[in-house]
Antibody
């Protein structure tokens, strides 16, 4: 079945750029769907970061838009997140997910801590 | 502060029926589908209800969703201990060029 797996550094320094990759298995990204990132600060709720289509069209959370970039690499069947100028408030579990009309398949999540 | 408003907690005893509310506005729940997610401790959210009241394959019919105006509800009947989890509502919001919004989550305790 379709699976998603996040990867990337578990710790990022303040003011630097957080970079994560989501690898999709058992489904070719280029075949369709949208692919997104959602985060969850410790003990808090979910926050949508952004979504990208298989062709590269992006949609971002207005509150993060100035710092977020999502890209897709169909050759590697991956999509990636970059979040710049991070602060402690960006500390969270970051999930990647597939979106048809809704987020139906999620990765297990990866914890990213912003700390010097 | 979340765009969609949920009660922070809910509780019930085994076998009971509990309801979790989700309040929004005309730009989200009022004009778009509502989705519900269940998050067990230490795990990723799992889709529970889509398009207001549809259940994905494998989700027991004890779980049901409804929507009225700018509010939605998740009902769990025949409460079981394994239902103890956090529940989140979600919807697309048409404002600000469109974006996904979530509720703050409701922690359900089975007493």
């Amino acid at each position: 079945q379709v699976q998603l797996q996040e990867s990337g550094p578990g710790q990022v320094k303040p003011s630097e750029t957080l970079s994560l990759t989501c690898t999709v298995s058992a489904y070719s990204i280029s075949s369709g769907y949208y692919w997104g990132w959602i985060r969850q600060p410790p003990g808090k709720g979910l926050e949508w970061i952004g979504t990208i289509s298989h062709s590269g069209t992006t949609y971002y959370n207005p509150s993060l838009k100035s710092r977020v970039s999502i890209s897709v690499d169909t050759s590697k069947n991956q999509f990636s997140l970059k979040l710049s100028s991070v602060t402690a408030a960006d500390t969270a579990v970051y999930y990647c997910a597939r979106r048809g009309g809704f987020f139906d398949i999620w990765g297990q999540g990866t914890m990213v801590t912003v700390s010097s | 502060q979340s765009v969609l408003t949920q009660p922070p907690s809910a509780s019930g005893t085994p076998g009971q029926r509990v309801t979790i509310s989700c309040s929004g506005s005309s730009s989200n729940i009022g004009s778009n589908y509502v989705y519900w997610y269940q998050q067990l401790p230490g795990t990723a959210p799992k889709l529970l209800i889509y398009r207001h009241n549809q259940r994905p394959s494998g989700v027991p019919d004890r779980f049901s969703g409804s929507k009225s105006g700018t509010s939605a509800s998740l009902a769990i009947s025949g409460l079981r201990s394994e239902d103890e989890a956090d529940y989140y509502c979600a919807a697309w919001d048409d404002s600000l060029s469109g974006h996904w919004v979530f509720g703050g989550g409701t922690k359900l305790t089975v007493l």
